[in-house]
């Protein structure tokens, strides 16, 4: 059974800062989603990755998949607050397999 | 607006009532699938539909739970004699895969379901 593990699971910062979130997995991914909900709403998709080591970026934030397919990163840079949300990073090649998420707050 | 669509958004019922829950996918997605999540967690797996075949139940999805896609188009989610554990946010996604493409699944705003 694929496990897969978000951290930090909280994370509150200030408006400007910086941060990274991390997406782990016990499996190789065949291709990896990172979604973001809000309170109330469903998850709505932000980027896909396929390839290992590969790197895309949306508008201030960049997405990176781990050159063995098992791992991922989100960095936010300059966050606001309407990046405050949950953050998934399902993975699955038909079902999605998804960890706790990471709970994003940026305060103004 | 051509994303997933779920009705009702919002279902408050007593314990022991029998509820339905509707998606209207994509139009051009053969794929559909249910989510389940509760509170501070992120979404589980309960079933899913390539056109109008389910082709997988979660453990999760007890007896009183069913789900059809007649057509292959809309789908519906029951739950029977609903209990208090039922109370959750029952979400919908849906894909175009095909082939060897990515799994990109497109969620609908979800329906929230309370059991008093």
């Known amino acids: 059974t694929q496990l897969l593990e978000q951290s930090p699971q909280f994370l509150s910062i200030q408006e400007g800062e910086n941060l990274t979130v991390y997406c782990n997995s016990s499996?190789?991914?065949?291709?990896l989603q990172w979604y973001r909900q809000e309170p109330g709403e469903g998850p709505v998709l932000l980027v896909t990755?396929?390839?290992?080591?590969e790197v895309k970026k949306l508008k201030r934030l960049t997405f990176q998949f781990g050159d063995a397919r098992k791992d991922s990163s989100l960095h936010i840079t300059a966050a606001q607050p309407g990046d405050t949300g949950l953050y998934l990073c399902p993975g699955g090649t038909y079902k999605y397999i998804f960890g706790t998420g990471t709970r994003l707050k940026v305060l103004a | 607006d051509t994303g997933v669509s779920q009705n009702p958004r919002h279902k408050i019922t007593k314990r022991g009532q029998n509820v339905t829950f509707r998606c209207d996918p994509i139009s051009e997605h053969n794929r559909l699938y249910w989510y389940r999540q509760t509170l501070g967690q992120g979404p589980e797996f309960l079933t899913y539909f390539q056109n109008e075949a389910q082709l997988e139940k979660s453990r999760l999805l007890s007896d009183r739970f069913s789900a059809e896609r007649p057509k292959g188009s809309f789908s519906t989610l029951e739950i029977q004699r609903t209990e208090q554990g039922d109370s959750a946010m029952y979400l919908c996604a849906s894909s175009p895969r095909t082939g060897g493409a990515p799994n990109e699944q497109y969620f609908g705003p979800g329906t929230r379901l309370t059991v008093t």
């Open positions: 990755v396929v390839t290992g080591g």
């Open positions: 499996s190789v991914f065949s291709s």
